[in-house]
């Protein structure tokens, strides 16, 4: 089935540096690739989304690409602050007409920005 | 503004016991999927539902089954309760609206089972 690697597992950055996490899925019929952040004690909660006819996305400080070829797309932050240090979780799907497709996430990212 | 609510924060249970977890969303979604999540394995999905009575298997059923009788209420329900099955558990739900694609979480289920 449907499988998506996260890399890396941790990332410590300094504040106003940026931070890249990367992942890889190996359906290629997969069409929708969001972006999770969750704070600690918290749910997570979509950030950003990228779908398929599409190579990159930008939302203020944060930016996700995707290459299909490749089968991976990544999670770039700029000026990172301490309120981005959260687990991130990137996440792959193929959607069936109008349902919601199950989500296949990565194992997560744990960022940590320090002042 | 979009609420998915579970029926617990903690939840401790002995081994063998039947658990129920509840989750109830106010946004009239029509899909609902458990999770459970454990540090380093990611989000894995238990069960899904895209309608009313009914469900299908995600990656990791076993153990598990799930009940929606009704389209704003999934539960899971633990039929007999092991050691391998303490995690946080996650509801989602989405819409087969504009935005099907986002799922809304709920905060969590901490069970513990000794």
């Known amino acids: 089935g449907e499988n998506v690697e996260q890399h890396p597992s941790t990332l410590s950055v300094q504040e106003g540096d940026s931070a890249v996490i990367k992942c890889t899925y190996s359906d290629s019929a997969s069409n929708y690739f969001p972006w999770y952040k969750q704070e600690l004690g918290k749910r997570p909660q979509l950030i950003i989304d990228i779908r398929s006819n599409v190579g990159e996305k930008k939302d203020q400080r944060i930016a996700v690409t995707l290459n299909k070829t490749a089968k991976h797309f990544s999670l770039h932050i700029t000026e990172t602050q301490p309120e981005d240090s959260a687990v991130y979780f990137c996440?792959?799907?193929?959607?069936?007409?109008?349902?919601?497709?199950?989500?296949?996430f990565g194992q997560g990212t744990e960022l940590s920005v320090k002042p | 503004d979009v609420k998915v609510t579970q029926s617990s924060r903690y939840l401790v249970k002995r081994t063998g016991e039947k658990v129920f977890l509840e989750c109830v969303q106010d946004m009239d979604h029509e899909n609902m999927f458990w999770y459970r999540q454990d540090p380093g394995l990611g989000l894995r999905l238990i069960y899904f539902?895209?309608?009313?009575?009914?469900?299908e298997k995600g990656d990791i059923p076993e153990g598990y089954s799930v009940s929606r009788e009704k389209k704003e209420r999934f539960s899971l329900i633990l039929e007999s309760a092991s050691t391998n099955q303490t995690s946080m558990y996650l509801c989602a739900s989405s819409s087969t609206g504009q935005s099907f694609y986002e799922q809304y979480f709920g905060p969590g289920t901490r069970l513990t089972v000794t």
């Open positions: 996440a792959a799907s193929k959607a069936r007409n109008n349902q919601g497709g199950k989500l296949i």
């Open positions: 539902s895209y309608d009313v009575k009914m469900k």
